[in-house]
């Protein structure tokens, strides 16, 4: 008895520092550990000065990493597997003074900042990778597969671990400057100047429907009651009354009836079929791209408000909304994204025909485009040919609009939006295009 208990504590000692030795062997170095903590205050450049053996590049690598200015690529091994890591670089978050460093020279190396590090298990023993990543599982956290952002936190994907340290600033603008603007302001100053201030109850009704998508046969009466006054009373109105008319007019289909999807089940297709026919009654005009697809609002009227009166302020909102969707007020210029924002833009800042600081920032997008699509933006698509051709300095363009336009505009959201555009024609991107126009 007593020689068969020896012999299992003995294994069981055994077992115990086999466990240790596995553990100890399966311990990440201090290497990776250190990864753990994402600073996002590190520049490329700073990064480089602490792990100068990582080599930094302006392409992302193949394994799913998503940098949007600069990635370090190093090397570590665990268990005699390599594990490879690439440090995410981003552009930062605009400063509270929006000021943008006139000198570019490594603009990026000075200025992008860490956003995530993503590790990943190089190897064809998939039991031995499963091993080191459980191990670098354990040193990073805990792991929730039902998210793709996790800030302070870890995303297991296969053989890859992703340690985020913050959101993509692009998409956190609104949130850090929320817009100065009310919404519903430009529909309201709309409604004034055409003399319906009586109907922004139906301003409200179809602000509501565009924020719950909830449409009930009362609101949509109301909305649908309010455009008809708006597009067919104009006997009475003087061209500028006419024109602001039409932009609400245009304003509430935007918000109430601007998209229609093809519903799967009867009901819902004929209930859809239903309320698109009433808004075409009305004069809106909807298209789609193929057969099934959502319809979409063509801001036909909107034209008409341009068309009613071009230089009052319904025809200069009317052709800033243009300019910011890359679609014509009327039938003259390039049609094809970005060059109609070129042309109608340059155009429109020599008359001042619309808010020149609203219009510096469409430039500045519509610029970085041209020089993206010139240097192999929608690749074998378009003939990049022509817009380096046409655009020689598109590159220097995008940036001094975007400087004119963080000078000149007021409201922050804009201003930090103008910054991020300028921030990226700087870096010379070519993976952000404002106006796409390959299939529309």
Same mark, same amino acid.
């Given at each position: 008895?007593?020689?068969?208990?020896?012999?299992?504590?003995? @294994?069981?000692?055994?077992?115990?520092?086999?466990?240790?030795?596995?553990?100890?062997?399966?311990?990440?170095?201090?290497?990776?550990?250190?990864?753990?903590?994402?600073?996002?205050?590190?520049?490329?450049? $700073?990064?480089?000065?602490? !792990?100068?053996?990582?080599?930094?590049?302006?392409?992302?690598?193949?394994? #799913?990493?998503?940098? %949007?200015?600069?990635?370090?690529?190093?090397?570590?091994?665990?268990?005699?597997?390599?594990?490879?890591?690439?440090?995410?670089?981003?552009?930062?978050?605009?400063?509270?003074?929006?000021?943008?460093? =006139?000198?570019? @020279?490594?603009? $990026?190396?000075?200025?992008?900042?860490?956003?995530?590090?993503?590790?990943?298990?190089?190897?064809?023993?998939?039991?031995?990778?499963?091993?080191?990543?459980?191990?670098?599982?354990?040193?990073?956290?805990?792991?929730?597969?039902?998210?793709?952002?996790?800030?302070?936190?870890?995303?297991?994907?296969?053989?890859?671990?992703?340690?985020? &340290?913050?959101?993509?600033? !692009?998409?956190?603008?609104?949130?850090?400057?929320?817009?100065?603007?009310?919404?519903?302001?430009?529909?309201?100053?709309?409604?004034?100047?055409?003399?319906?201030?009586?109907?922004?109850?139906?301003?409200?009704?179809?602000?509501?429907?565009?924020?719950?998508?909830?449409?009930?046969?009362?609101?949509?009466?109301?909305?649908?009651?309010?455009?008809?006054?708006?597009?067919?009373?104009? =006997?009475?109105?003087?061209?500028?009354?006419?024109?602001?008319?039409?932009?609400?007019?245009?304003?509430?289909?935007?918000?109430?009836?601007?998209?229609?999807?093809?519903?799967?089940?009867?009901?819902?297709?004929?209930?859809? $079929?239903?309320?698109?026919? @009433?808004? %075409? !009654?009305?004069?809106?005009?909807?298209?789609?791209?193929?057969?099934?697809?959502?319809?979409?609002?063509?801001?036909?009227?909107?034209?008409?408000?341009?068309?009613?009166?071009?230089?009052?302020? $319904?025809?200069?909102? =009317?052709?800033?909304?243009?300019?910011?969707?890359?679609?014509?007020?009327?039938?003259? &210029?390039?049609?094809?994204?970005?060059?109609?924002?070129?042309?109608?833009?340059?155009?429109?800042? =020599?008359? !001042?025909?619309?808010?020149?600081?609203?219009?510096?920032?469409?430039?500045?997008?519509?610029?970085?485009?041209?020089?993206?699509?010139?240097?192999?933006?929608? &690749?074998?698509?378009?003939?990049?040919? %022509?817009?380096?051709?046409?655009?020689?300095?598109?590159?220097?363009?995008?940036?001094?609009?975007?400087?004119?336009?963080?000078?000149?505009? @007021? #409201?922050?959201?804009?201003?930090?939006?103008?910054?991020?555009?300028?921030?990226?024609?700087?870096?010379?991107?070519?993976?952000?295009?404002?106006?796409?126009?390959?299939?529309?």
């Amino acid at each position: 008895m007593r020689l068969a208990r020896s012999i299992v504590l003995t @294994t069981a000692a055994v077992s115990i520092a086999a466990c240790a030795e596995r553990r100890a062997r399966n311990t990440p170095p201090a290497s990776l550990r250190a990864l753990l903590t994402v600073d996002t205050s590190v520049s490329p450049d $700073a990064w480089m000065r602490s !792990h100068p053996a990582d080599s930094l590049r302006s392409d992302a690598p193949s394994w #799913d990493v998503d940098a %949007e200015c600069l990635v370090a690529i190093g090397n570590d091994t665990i268990e005699g597997l390599v594990v490879r890591h690439a440090a995410v670089f981003d552009p930062p978050m605009p400063p509270r003074d929006f000021t943008l460093d =006139a000198d570019t @020279t490594r603009f $990026a190396e000075r200025h992008c900042r860490l956003r995530a590090v993503v590790i990943r298990v190089v190897g064809s023993d998939s039991t031995r990778s499963i091993i080191a990543l459980d191990s670098l599982q354990r040193v990073f956290g805990a792991v929730d597969p039902d998210y793709h952002v996790l800030i302070g936190r870890v995303l297991r994907v296969r053989n890859t671990l992703r340690v985020y &340290g913050a959101d993509d600033p !692009h998409g956190m603008i609104g949130t850090v400057f929320p817009s100065a603007d009310r919404p519903g302001a430009l529909l309201d100053s709309m409604l004034h100047i055409a003399g319906d201030d009586s109907l922004r109850e139906a301003a409200v009704v179809a602000e509501r429907i565009s924020h719950d998508s909830v449409v009930t046969a009362d609101s949509d009466s109301v909305v649908v009651r309010a455009i008809r006054i708006l597009s067919t009373d104009t =006997a009475h109105r003087t061209a500028e009354q006419r024109a602001a008319a039409l932009r609400s007019a245009d304003l509430m289909m935007s918000l109430a009836a601007s998209q229609f999807f093809a519903a799967r089940d009867s009901v819902g297709r004929a209930r859809s $079929a239903a309320r698109r026919a @009433t808004y %075409e !009654h009305l004069g809106a005009v909807y298209w789609n791209d193929e057969p099934d697809a959502m319809m979409e609002y063509s801001h036909n009227v909107r034209r008409a408000a341009y068309a009613a009166a071009p230089r009052s302020r $319904a025809g200069q909102s =009317a052709l800033l909304a243009a300019l910011f969707d890359g679609v014509t007020v009327d039938s003259t &210029g390039d049609t094809r994204k970005p060059r109609f924002v070129i042309d109608a833009g340059e155009r429109a800042l =020599a008359t !001042h025909a619309a808010d020149t600081a609203m219009v510096h920032l469409a430039l500045a997008q519509a610029y970085a485009d041209v020089y993206a699509i010139a240097h192999g933006g929608y &690749g074998e698509l378009v003939d990049s040919t %022509e817009y380096a051709r046409d655009y020689p300095d598109a590159h220097q363009r995008a940036i001094a609009h975007g400087r004119a336009a963080i000078a000149s505009l @007021t #409201d922050p959201a804009r201003r930090a939006q103008a910054w991020m555009v300028t921030f990226d024609a700087i870096l010379g991107r070519r993976d952000r295009l404002y106006y796409p126009f390959i299939n529309d």
